[in-house]
């Protein structure tokens, strides 16, 4: 998905370069991306609660107009602590819109225990991915002029 969201992103420029994002949660064999109803971000945390769980995001680079391409998949692991009935209906209509039926928005988050791997990845962005696939970019030849270069971000 998040090539699919760089190219689509890409199509209106002229040049530079594109990087597409996409999260899903996976926990106990099922991957959990963003809730379509009240009652399935319920049935999401009622299934993290408590556990281990990982969330990983997809990130794509798109170099524009020569279509070169980078991708990689970034993973944390987070422990979710154990939710009362009320806190599931709490958390799930504050965080329908987020993979998981979740969001942490700060490190003392109430919601979780413990993570591990990179912060940034389970808050937004995970930027030891972005920095790699810029890395990658710049090995394979594409070294656009910092003046000259535009990032756009779909995510």
């Keep these: 998905?998040?090539?699919?969201?760089?190219?689509?992103?890409?199509?209106?420029?002229?040049?530079?370069?594109?990087?597409?994002?996409?999260?899903?949660?996976?926990?106990?064999?099922?991957?959990?991306?963003?809730?379509?109803?009240?009652?399935?971000a319920e049935t999401m945390l009622r299934r993290l609660s408590g556990t281990w769980?990982?969330?990983?995001?997809?990130?794509?680079?798109?170099?524009?107009?020569?279509?070169?391409?980078?991708?990689?998949?970034?993973?944390?692991?987070v422990k979710m602590r154990p939710l009362s009935p009320d806190e599931i209906v709490f958390w799930a209509r504050k965080n329908r819109d987020k993979a998981g039926g979740y969001a942490v928005q700060e490190k003392k988050d109430t919601l979780i225990v413990e993570i591990r791997g990179d912060y940034d990845n389970v808050v937004g962005l995970p930027l030891r991915g972005?920095?790699?696939?810029?890395?990658?970019?710049?090995?394979?030849?594409?070294?656009?002029?910092?003046?000259?270069?535009?990032?756009?971000?779909k995510t």
């Design 1 to 40: 998905m998040a090539l699919g969201k760089a190219l689509s992103t890409a199509r209106g420029l002229s040049g530079g370069l594109v990087l597409g994002a996409d999260t899903i949660v996976y926990c106990r064999g099922r991957i959990l991306g963003k809730p379509s109803s009240l009652r399935q």
């Design 53 to 77: 769980h990982s969330v990983y995001t997809g990130l794509a680079l798109v170099a524009v107009p020569d279509d070169r391409r980078w991708q990689v998949v970034w993973e944390s692991r």
């Design 130 to 153: 972005v920095k790699k696939l810029l890395r990658r970019a710049r090995q394979n030849g594409y070294a656009p002029s910092p003046r000259r270069s535009h990032l756009s971000m």
